[in-house]
C-alpha cells in the first residue's frame, strides 16, 4: 500500500484510521484531533503524539499505554493482543481511541511517513549498508554532498545531524516514528540531502519503511549478528531487501565479495557495480590505487564508458578507498559529473569520521579505530603498516557477553600483524575483565612462537585496565611509531559489572600525549 504520498489529507485520528483501513475503538470521541508526531515509547512521548504500543522481547507496548496519555499522546496504534490488554485495565484504561491492525509493525513506517506529510519525498535520500563501512561510507559521502552545496543530514551509529545541530545516536539506524520525525525536523531545516546507514536489525524490523531512497549502497558482507537472524543467508536477504522498488530508486554495489555480486545479481532495482578487480571480478567502475602516502592515497575511478575519476582519500587503509569511491558513485547516481565532483573536492575526501582510523596525534602517530572482531582488526592493522616507519602497536580488547570465539582469533591476529601487543579490556559487560583477557591472550600466545621464528619480534603484554595500557602504549612508542587503538572508536561509555565509566580513547591518547615526554621511552 502506498499510502504516504497523500499530502492534503489532514492528519487527524480518525483519517488515519480510515486511510490505512484500521478497526477503530474511540472511547472519546477523539476522531477529529490532529496527529503531531508518532511515538514507540511512551518516555519519548510528546503532546499530540500517536503512541505504537508493539510487542517487544520483554513487554507489550499496550502495557505503557496510560503513561503514554499522561504523557500528551491522543490515540493508540497496537495489535489485539495490545487492545486486550488496554481493555483489561477497565476505568484504569486510557481514554484515548484505540487503532488495532494485525501487526502493527507492518504499517509503522508508513503511518509515520503519514502522519509527518511523507518528509522523505522532500528531500534527496541516500542509504548504505553492508557488516562494515556503513558509518565511513556515509561520512564521505556527507561530506561530498556538502562540497556539491547545500545543507546535508545525516543519520547513523554515531550521530544524527541535521544542518550543523548534531546528537549523540542511540541505534544505527532509527525505529520508523523517530526516523520520520527526524526527516520532518530535516526538511523544516532546509536540509536538501540526506545520507543514512541501514542495518540488517532495521531491515528486518521495518524501520526504513516508509522512505524509497534515491540511492542505496552496499559495502560487503561479513558473518556478523547470526544471533538476530539465525543464519547467513537470513542476514543477506535482510540486506538485499533494501534492493527492491519498495525502498529504492537505484544502487551502488561493491562487488569485491561474493555477497555483493550475488546482490548485484538479484536486485531488483537498477544497480552499477563497483569494484578493484579482486579475484579478476569485472565492475562497472573500477577502482585503481596510485599512490599511498602517509596521510592520503591517490585513487582512480573508470567506468566502462570510459569516464574517469582521480581524487584521494585521507583515511588510511585500501577499504578506505574502496568505500570512497562507493560514495563517489552514489553521488554520481544521483546527478553529479565525475568534473563537478572534482571541482568540489579539490582536496580530495578528507572526512573525519569519528572513531574510524581517526588520526589522534602524531610522533608517535595514534589512531584510533572501531575494528571490534578480527577482520577488521587485521584490515586496520594491514592497513598501517606500509605508512608506519618505526614499530606498529596495537592496543585493544574483547567485549564480554558476546562471541567468544573471537578472543583467540584477536590475540593471534595481533601478534601476526602489529609488533607491540598490548592486551586490555573492551567493554566486559557482566563478565570477569581479566577472564577475557586470558582467552585473548592464550590465541596471542599460541601465535608467538611463529612469528618468532619468521624473524619478527613481537612484544607482547596485559594490561589493565583500558586508560592503563593505553597511556602506558603512547609512553613506550618511540616517535616514528604508530599505536592504533581498536575497539572503541567513538565510544565513551564503558561497562564494567553492570555500571557504566566515561573512557573516550581519544581523550585518553591526548592526555597521554600531553604527558609524554620525548626522549622517555619505558616498558607497558
Ligand atoms: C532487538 C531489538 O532490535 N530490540 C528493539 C526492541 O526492543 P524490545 O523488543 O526488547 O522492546 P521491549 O523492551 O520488550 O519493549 C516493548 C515496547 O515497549 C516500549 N516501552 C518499553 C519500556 C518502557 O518503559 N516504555 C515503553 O514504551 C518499547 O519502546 C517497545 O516498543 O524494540 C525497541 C523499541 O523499538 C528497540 O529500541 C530495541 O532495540 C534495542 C535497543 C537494540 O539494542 N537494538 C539493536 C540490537 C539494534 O537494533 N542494532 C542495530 C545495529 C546492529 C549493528 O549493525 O551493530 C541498529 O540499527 O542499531
Ligand atoms: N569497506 C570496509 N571493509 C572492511 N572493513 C572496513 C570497511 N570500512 C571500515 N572497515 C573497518 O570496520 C570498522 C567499522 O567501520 P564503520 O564504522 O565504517 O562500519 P559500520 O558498518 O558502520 O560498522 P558498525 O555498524 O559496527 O559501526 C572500521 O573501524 C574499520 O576497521
Not at 544502487?251 to 561474493?258: E, I, N, P, S
Request: aromatic share 4%; hydrophobic share 45%; charged share 20%.
Amino acid at each position: 500500500m502506498s499510502t504516504t504520498g497523500e499530502t492534503g489529507q489532514p492528519r487527524t485520528v480518525a483519517t488515519l484510521a480510515s486511510t490505512f483501513g484500521l478497526a477503530f475503538r474511540d472511547t472519546s470521541d477523539a476522531g477529529a484531533t490532529t496527529l503531531a508526531g508518532v511515538s514507540l515509547d511512551n518516555r519519548t512521548v510528546s503532546d499530540g503524539d500517536l503512541f505504537a504500543a508493539l510487542p517487544g522481547a520483554k513487554a507489550h507496548g499496550a502495557a505503557f499505554a496510560a503513561n503514554a496519555v499522561e504523557a500528551g499522546a491522543v490515540a493508540v496504534l497496537t495489535d489485539a493482543a495490545g487492545a486486550e490488554l488496554i481493555a483489561t485495565r477497565g476505568s484504569a484504561a486510557p481514554r484515548v481511541p484505540v487503532l488495532v491492525a494485525d501487526d502493527p509493525r507492518l504499517i509503522l513506517g508508513d503511518v509515520a511517513a503519514w502522519v509527518h506529510h511523507n518528509p522523505a519525498g522532500s528531500v534527496r535520500t541516500f542509504a548504505v549498508t553492508g557488516t562494515n563501512g556503513k558509518t565511513t561510507t556515509t561520512y564521505l559521502l556527507e561530506e561530498i554532498l556538502a562540497a556539491l552545496g547545500g545543507q546535508t543530514g545525516l543519520i547513523g551509529t554515531v550521530e544524527l545531524k541535521v544542518g550543523p545541530d548534531r546528537t549523540p545516536a542511540r541505534l544505527t539506524t532509527p525505529e520508523a516514528p523517530q526516523l520520520h520525525g527526524l526527516l520532518s525536523e530535516m526538511v523544516a531545516a532546509d536540509v536538501d540531502a540526506v545520507v543514512m546507514e541501514v542495518s540488517s536489525h532495521a531491515l528486518a524490523l521495518h524501520r526504513v519503511d516508509g522512505v524509497v531512497f534515491d540511492v542505496v549502497a552496499f559495502t560487503n558482507l561479513t558473518e556478523d549478528h547470526l544471533d538476530f537472524h539465525g543464519g547467513v543467508e537470513h542476514y543477506f536477504e535482510a540486506k538485499a531487501s533494501l534492493f527492491t522498488p519498495q525502498h529504492a530508486r537505484r544502487g551502488v554495489v561493491l562487488v569485491d565479495d561474493a555477497w555483493g555480486r550475488r546482490l548485484a545479481e538479484q536486485a531488483s532495482i537498477d544497480v552499477v557495480t563497483v569494484g578493484t578487480g579482486r579475484a579478476g571480478q569485472d565492475a562497472d567502475w573500477m577502482i585503481v590505487i596510485n599512490h599511498v602516502a602517509a596521510d592520503h592515497t591517490d585513487f582512480t575511478i573508470t567506468h566502462t564508458s570510459g569516464r574517469s575519476l582521480s581524487t584521494s582519500v585521507g583515511l588510511p587503509g585500501r577499504f578506505n578507498v574502496a568505500n570512497a569511491a562507493v560514495a563517489l558513485v552514489m553521488a554520481i547516481e544521483s546527478g553529479s559529473t565525475p568534473a563537478e565532483l572534482n571541482h568540489a573536492l579539490p582536496h580530495g575526501l578528507r572526512a573525519l569520521v569519528p572513531g574510524r582510523m581517526e588520526l589522534v596525534a602524531n610522533r608517535p602517530r595514534c589512531i584510533v579505530d572501531f575494528a571490534h572482531n578480527a577482520d577488521a582488526l587485521h584490515l586496520a592493522l594491514a592497513a598501517l603498516r606500509p605508512s608506519t616507519k618505526g614499530r606498529l602497536f596495537v592496543v585493544f580488547g574483547a567485549t564480554g557477553e558476546r562471541d567468544r570465539g573471537k578472543r583467540a582469533v584477536m590475540g593471534r591476529v595481533a601478534v601476526e600483524n602489529a609488533d607491540v601487543v598490548v592486551i586490555t579490556d573492551d567493554d566486559p559487560h557482566d563478565e570477569d575483565p581479566a577472564a577475557i583477557r586470558a582467552e585473548v591472550m592464550a590465541g596471542a600466545l599460541r601465535a608467538l612462537p611463529m612469528a618468532q621464528r619468521t624473524g619478527r619480534g613481537v612484544d607482547l603484554f596485559e594490561v589493565a585496565p583500558r586508560r592503563t595500557a593505553i597511556h602506558r602504549a603512547i609512553r613506550f612508542a618511540g616517535p616514528a611509531d604508530t599505536v592504533l587503538i581498536a575497539g572503541r572508536g567513538h565510544e565513551t561509555l564503558q561497562e564494567i559489572a553492570g555500571v557504566e565509566f566515561h573512557l573516550d580513547d581519544r581523550e585518553e591518547v591526548r592526555t597521554a600525549m600531553s604527558e609524554r615526554s620525548p626522549q622517555r621511552t619505558e616498558e607497558p
